[in-house]
């Protein structure tokens, strides 16, 4: 039977996903996470998963940029965007962006059966304005393009840079030293040919849900 991963960080949400699946799959293997730092953790733990259903909107996640890295440390792993954004550029965004599928948290049970079926039956599945909308833009692929040269931890460190964190709090938050978030820095600026760490948040920002509302973070020397 197929292994399922669920990341919401929702309960009700991830009860209500479980009680479809186990009427879809009996017997199917399904694991959590409510955040974005356990979801890593998840995957990594589980690298044969067949599926992941992914919100856009758990803690630790910046629009679709956990979704390009996800994509680009496992490959492998088919992801599903569950999301409460329902509008068709949104949906197509998480397409372009490497989703298989986008299911509307707006579904009704009937429905993410049939979406989930689909995908792990090797077919792409979203509502059919998803297909119709612009496709990303120029700018967001080449963002999503660079953050995917990023390690684990780079991306880690620039994800807490963009919640207007310095370095030294990133240090403390991950038990190493500011030297050594300082080097994180410098690399992550040079494979996103970025200057300072404004710019980079700036271009990790092109994959925000509203690109318009990225906060930009403390300067720092």
């Not at 989703?99 to 059966?113: C, E, H, R």
């Not at 833009?137 to 964190?165: K, Y």
């Amino acid at each position: 039977m197929p292994t399922l991963l669920i990341a919401d960080d929702h309960p009700l949400f991830r009860e209500a996903l479980r009680g479809v699946v186990a009427r879809v799959m009996p017997g199917a293997s399904l694991h959590e996470a409510d955040s974005v730092d356990a979801l890593y953790t998840l995957v990594d733990a589980e690298p044969d998963a067949d599926l992941l259903l992914l919100d856009l909107n758990m803690p630790g996640a910046q629009g679709f940029s956990a979704l390009v890295h996800l994509r680009s440390i496992h490959p492998q792993l088919p992801v599903v965007v569950v999301s409460a954004r329902e509008e068709p550029a949104v949906m197509r965004r998480a397409l372009d962006h490497g989703a298989v599928g986008f299911i509307p948290k707006s579904a009704d049970a009937a429905t993410l059966a049939e979406a989930i079926t689909a995908v792990l039956d090797g077919d792409r599945w979203a509502p059919p304005a998803a297909f119709n909308a612009p496709a990303a833009n120029p700018e967001e692929r080449d963002a999503a393009r660079r953050l995917r040269d990023l390690t684990p931890q780079q991306f880690r460190v620039l994800q807490m840079i963009g919640s207007g964190l310095l370095n030294k709090q990133v240090g403390y938050e991950l038990g190493v030293s500011e030297a050594t978030i300082k080097a994180h820095v410098t690399a992550i600026l040079r494979k996103l040919g970025a200057n300072n760490r404004t710019q980079a948040v700036l271009i990790a920002g092109r994959l925000a849900l509203d690109p318009g509302s990225i906060a930009l973070p403390p300067d720092e020397d």
